[in-house]
């Protein structure tokens, strides 16, 4: 069983249209090319990747837009074709996208020896970070506070 319905729980759901989205996505994604791996490689750093043989730096494009990393790769045919008796190397046009979290930046890529470095980091802004609020404390008395509302009373 390779499908899964989901019409169930989406439909009684309110405000989760992108977790629909990604689910949908994930779907239909190709999953065999380009192969990629991702790695943390700290406690808010990750690294995407990619197996992009044949591809050079003008070939590949990256674009961040709505917590979405799109990763597309096209090579222009300006060279003269030789007749291939065997292809073992993918040259086929790609886009990749990959879900990124909330506050996940991309940080720069890197293209060596035919693998795509991308670069992740989480950056949370400093007034969605959790803060130490200090406890004050009462320096009125219970008596005080007695004679105060006796006063407004009379």
């Known amino acids: 069983m390779n499908a899964f319905d989901f019409s169930p729980l989406i439909r009684t759901a309110i405000g989760f249209d992108r977790l629909a989205?990604?689910?949908?996505?994930?779907?239909?994604?190709?999953?065999?090319?380009?192969?990629?791996?991702?790695?943390?490689?700290?406690?808010?750093?990750?690294?995407?990747?990619?197996?992009?043989?044949?591809f050079g730096a003008d070939d590949i494009e990256l674009t961040a837009k709505d917590n979405t990393l799109i990763v597309s790769g096209r090579i222009a045919s300006d060279s003269p074709k030789a007749e291939v008796l065997y292809r073992g190397i993918a040259g086929r046009p790609f886009e990749r996208r990959f879900?990124?979290?909330?506050?996940?930046?991309?940080?720069?890529?890197?293209?060596?020896?035919?693998?795509?470095?991308?670069?992740?980091?989480?950056?949370?802004?400093?007034?969605?970070?959790?803060?130490?609020?200090?406890?004050?404390?009462?320096?009125?008395?219970?008596?005080?506070?007695?004679?105060?509302?006796?006063?407004?009373a009379a």
């Open 21 to 54: 989205r990604m689910v949908d996505s994930a779907a239909a994604a190709d999953a065999s090319y380009p192969p990629y791996n991702i790695e943390k490689t700290g406690d808010d750093s990750y690294r995407l990747t990619m197996a992009v043989a044949g």
């Open 99 to 152: 879900v990124l979290a909330d506050h996940i930046v991309v940080e720069g890529a890197d293209l060596q020896n035919g693998l795509l470095h991308v670069a992740l980091k989480r950056v949370v802004p400093e007034a969605l970070k959790p803060r130490r609020i200090t406890v004050g404390g009462a320096t009125r008395t219970l008596a005080n506070d007695t004679q105060a509302t006796a006063s407004v």
